[in-house]
Protein backbone atom coordinates (compact mmCIF):
# COMPACT_ATOMS: atom_id res chain seq x y z
CA UNK A 1 0.00 0.00 0.00
CA UNK A 2 0.63 3.72 -0.01
CA UNK A 3 3.19 4.89 2.50
CA UNK A 4 5.16 8.34 3.52
CA UNK A 5 8.00 8.74 5.89
CA UNK A 6 8.87 12.02 7.08
CA UNK A 7 11.52 13.27 9.06
CA UNK A 8 10.63 13.05 12.60
CA UNK A 9 10.34 16.17 14.63
CA UNK A 10 10.50 18.34 16.72
CA UNK A 11 12.46 20.97 14.51
CA UNK A 12 13.83 24.19 16.28
CA UNK A 13 15.36 26.87 14.22
CA UNK A 14 15.86 30.69 14.93
CA UNK A 15 13.79 32.83 13.13
CA UNK A 16 15.25 33.78 9.57
CA UNK A 17 17.11 30.47 9.48
CA UNK A 18 16.64 27.48 6.07
CA UNK A 19 14.20 24.69 6.69
CA UNK A 20 14.17 21.62 4.96
CA UNK A 21 11.25 19.13 5.95
CA UNK A 22 11.98 15.76 3.82
CA UNK A 23 9.64 13.67 2.98
CA UNK A 24 9.37 10.52 0.87
CA UNK A 25 6.77 8.09 -0.46
CA UNK A 26 5.90 5.00 -2.20
CA UNK A 27 3.18 4.89 -4.11
CA UNK A 28 1.58 3.02 -7.25
CA UNK A 29 1.49 5.24 -10.12
CA UNK A 30 2.20 8.89 -9.93
CA UNK A 31 0.13 10.29 -7.72
CA UNK A 32 -0.45 13.97 -6.63
CA UNK A 33 1.58 15.36 -3.98
CA UNK A 34 0.54 18.23 -1.09
CA UNK A 35 2.12 19.40 1.84
CA UNK A 36 -0.56 20.02 4.61
CA UNK A 37 -0.29 22.86 7.44
CA UNK A 38 -1.40 22.72 11.45
CA UNK A 39 -1.35 25.57 13.11
CA UNK A 40 -2.15 25.51 16.85
CA UNK A 41 -5.82 24.70 18.00
CA UNK A 42 -6.91 24.43 14.36
CA UNK A 43 -7.37 21.65 11.70
CA UNK A 44 -5.26 20.87 8.69
CA UNK A 45 -5.02 23.43 5.78
CA UNK A 46 -3.89 22.94 2.52
CA UNK A 47 -0.11 24.67 1.89
CA UNK A 48 0.91 24.00 -1.23
CA UNK A 49 0.74 20.80 -3.66
CA UNK A 50 2.32 19.24 -7.47
CA UNK A 51 0.45 17.18 -9.70
CA UNK A 52 2.96 15.85 -11.73
CA UNK A 53 6.66 15.24 -11.84
CA UNK A 54 9.26 17.98 -11.84
CA UNK A 55 6.12 20.65 -10.73
CA UNK A 56 6.94 23.19 -7.77
CA UNK A 57 4.14 23.59 -5.88
CA UNK A 58 4.99 26.95 -3.20
CA UNK A 59 2.95 28.84 -1.59
CA UNK A 60 4.07 31.81 1.72
CA UNK A 61 7.47 31.37 0.96
CA UNK A 62 7.02 27.50 1.06
CA UNK A 63 8.42 25.44 -2.27
CA UNK A 64 8.24 22.07 -2.51
CA UNK A 65 9.14 20.13 -6.09
CA UNK A 66 8.31 16.71 -7.29
CA UNK A 67 11.00 14.61 -7.32
CA UNK A 68 9.93 11.28 -9.59
CA UNK A 69 13.37 9.77 -9.70
CA UNK A 70 13.58 9.70 -5.95
CA UNK A 71 9.84 9.45 -4.83
CA UNK A 72 10.85 12.77 -2.56
CA UNK A 73 8.79 16.01 -1.69
CA UNK A 74 10.72 18.07 0.62
CA UNK A 75 9.11 21.03 1.95
CA UNK A 76 11.43 23.85 2.34
CA UNK A 77 11.69 27.64 3.06
CA UNK A 78 14.20 30.16 3.22
CA UNK A 79 13.87 32.24 5.73
CA UNK A 80 11.40 30.95 8.34
CA UNK A 81 9.09 32.76 11.16
CA UNK A 82 7.89 32.78 14.27
CA UNK A 83 4.29 32.66 12.99
CA UNK A 84 5.66 29.52 11.02
CA UNK A 85 5.65 27.29 13.60
CA UNK A 86 3.45 24.49 13.02
CA UNK A 87 2.61 21.13 12.13
CA UNK A 88 3.55 20.26 8.72
CA UNK A 89 2.26 17.01 7.14
CA UNK A 90 3.53 15.42 3.89
CA UNK A 91 0.40 13.72 1.92
CA UNK A 92 0.83 11.26 -1.45
CA UNK A 93 -2.74 11.20 -3.17
CA UNK A 94 -3.22 7.35 -3.25
CA UNK A 95 -3.76 5.52 -6.18
CA UNK A 96 -5.51 3.44 -4.29
CA UNK A 97 -9.66 2.87 -4.12
CA UNK A 98 -10.74 6.58 -3.82
CA UNK A 99 -7.65 8.05 -4.39
CA UNK A 100 -7.28 8.73 -0.77
CA UNK A 101 -4.72 11.14 0.93
CA UNK A 102 -2.27 9.15 2.87
CA UNK A 103 -0.96 11.38 5.34
CA UNK A 104 2.65 11.38 7.21
CA UNK A 105 2.87 11.25 10.52
CA UNK A 106 3.86 15.26 10.91
CA UNK A 107 6.69 17.10 11.83
CA UNK A 108 6.37 20.01 14.36
CA UNK A 109 7.98 22.84 13.38
CA UNK A 110 9.05 25.38 16.26
CA UNK A 111 10.75 28.63 15.40
CA UNK A 112 12.53 30.83 17.97
CA UNK A 113 12.63 34.86 17.57
CA UNK B 1 -11.93 30.12 8.57
CA UNK B 2 -11.78 27.18 6.15
CA UNK B 3 -15.72 26.31 6.18
CA UNK B 4 -16.01 23.63 7.61
CA UNK B 5 -17.19 23.99 11.66
CA UNK B 6 -17.21 21.35 14.31
CA UNK B 7 -19.03 20.92 17.66
CA UNK B 8 -18.06 20.71 20.32
CA UNK B 9 -14.33 22.16 20.31
CA UNK B 10 -13.87 19.89 23.78
CA UNK B 11 -15.33 17.36 25.58
CA UNK B 12 -15.32 14.89 27.96
CA UNK B 13 -16.91 11.78 28.72
CA UNK B 14 -17.30 9.01 30.55
CA UNK B 15 -17.05 5.16 29.05
CA UNK B 16 -20.90 4.30 29.50
CA UNK B 17 -21.50 7.61 27.91
CA UNK B 18 -22.72 8.65 24.74
CA UNK B 19 -22.29 11.39 22.86
CA UNK B 20 -22.14 13.20 19.15
CA UNK B 21 -19.51 15.28 17.17
CA UNK B 22 -21.33 17.27 14.28
CA UNK B 23 -19.38 18.48 11.61
CA UNK B 24 -20.63 21.06 9.25
CA UNK B 25 -19.47 22.42 5.82
CA UNK B 26 -20.61 25.24 4.00
CA UNK B 27 -18.88 24.87 0.88
CA UNK B 28 -21.41 22.59 -1.44
CA UNK B 29 -19.23 19.76 -1.54
CA UNK B 30 -20.37 16.38 -1.62
CA UNK B 31 -17.54 14.14 0.17
CA UNK B 32 -17.01 14.41 3.80
CA UNK B 33 -14.46 12.42 6.15
CA UNK B 34 -13.83 12.30 9.83
CA UNK B 35 -10.07 11.62 10.84
CA UNK B 36 -8.48 10.76 14.22
CA UNK B 37 -5.46 12.18 15.12
CA UNK B 38 -3.68 11.33 18.49
CA UNK B 39 -0.35 11.95 19.88
CA UNK B 40 1.67 9.06 19.27
CA UNK B 41 -0.06 7.83 15.46
CA UNK B 42 -0.16 9.17 11.53
CA UNK B 43 -3.35 11.04 10.76
CA UNK B 44 -6.00 8.21 10.69
CA UNK B 45 -8.89 8.01 8.03
CA UNK B 46 -12.01 6.52 9.80
CA UNK B 47 -14.97 7.38 7.31
CA UNK B 48 -15.75 8.99 3.67
CA UNK B 49 -18.82 9.42 2.45
CA UNK B 50 -19.69 10.49 -0.91
CA UNK B 51 -22.87 11.89 -1.90
CA UNK B 52 -24.37 11.03 1.05
CA UNK B 53 -23.10 7.00 0.55
CA UNK B 54 -20.32 5.56 2.88
CA UNK B 55 -17.50 4.32 0.90
CA UNK B 56 -14.66 4.03 3.64
CA UNK B 57 -14.77 2.22 6.33
CA UNK B 58 -11.01 1.97 7.54
CA UNK B 59 -11.80 -1.03 10.43
CA UNK B 60 -13.28 1.51 13.05
CA UNK B 61 -14.52 -0.38 15.86
CA UNK B 62 -18.19 -0.14 15.87
CA UNK B 63 -18.51 1.84 19.38
CA UNK B 64 -17.75 4.51 16.27
CA UNK B 65 -21.08 5.02 14.40
CA UNK B 66 -21.11 7.54 11.26
CA UNK B 67 -24.01 9.69 10.29
CA UNK B 68 -24.52 11.73 7.17
CA UNK B 69 -28.01 12.92 6.50
CA UNK B 70 -26.91 14.85 3.77
CA UNK B 71 -23.83 16.36 1.54
CA UNK B 72 -23.24 19.38 4.18
CA UNK B 73 -23.62 17.60 7.64
CA UNK B 74 -21.51 14.88 9.22
CA UNK B 75 -22.24 13.33 12.19
CA UNK B 76 -20.05 10.58 14.86
CA UNK B 77 -22.01 8.84 17.20
CA UNK B 78 -19.54 7.93 20.11
CA UNK B 79 -20.76 5.29 23.28
CA UNK B 80 -19.29 2.63 25.13
CA UNK B 81 -15.54 4.71 24.84
CA UNK B 82 -12.31 3.27 25.65
CA UNK B 83 -9.84 5.61 27.30
CA UNK B 84 -7.55 5.53 24.48
CA UNK B 85 -10.37 6.58 21.95
CA UNK B 86 -8.99 9.97 23.57
CA UNK B 87 -7.76 12.17 20.82
CA UNK B 88 -8.83 15.05 18.21
CA UNK B 89 -11.34 14.28 15.62
CA UNK B 90 -10.81 16.09 12.58
CA UNK B 91 -13.58 16.34 9.47
CA UNK B 92 -12.81 17.26 6.42
CA UNK B 93 -14.79 17.81 3.34
CA UNK B 94 -13.85 18.13 -0.44
CA UNK B 95 -15.35 18.38 -4.01
CA UNK B 96 -15.71 14.66 -4.42
CA UNK B 97 -14.06 11.97 -2.85
CA UNK B 98 -10.60 11.80 -4.68
CA UNK B 99 -10.81 15.70 -4.90
CA UNK B 100 -7.21 16.90 -4.38
CA UNK B 101 -8.04 19.47 -1.86
CA UNK B 102 -9.45 18.75 1.43
CA UNK B 103 -10.47 21.26 3.94
CA UNK B 104 -10.53 20.37 7.55
CA UNK B 105 -12.45 21.58 10.87
CA UNK B 106 -10.73 22.85 13.46
CA UNK B 107 -11.66 19.53 15.04
CA UNK B 108 -12.61 18.15 18.28
CA UNK B 109 -10.94 17.71 20.90
CA UNK B 110 -11.97 14.14 23.23
CA UNK B 111 -11.04 12.70 26.60
CA UNK B 112 -12.53 9.64 27.46
CA UNK B 113 -12.10 9.04 31.17
Known amino acids: GDSVTQMEGPVTLSEEAFLTINCTYT??????LFWYVQYPGEGLQLLLKATKADDKGSNKGFEATYRKETTSFHLEKGSVQVSDSAVYFC????????????FGGGTRLMVKP | ETGVTQTPRHLVMGMTNKKSLKCEQH?????MYWYKQSAKKPLELMFV???????ENNSVPSRFSPECPNSSHLFLHLHTLQPEDSALYLCASSQAQGSETQYFGPGTRLLVL
Open chain 2, 49 to 55: YNFKEQT
Open chain 1, 91 to 102: APEGRNAGNMLT
Open chain 1, 27 to 32: ATGYPS
Open chain 2, 27 to 31: LGHNA
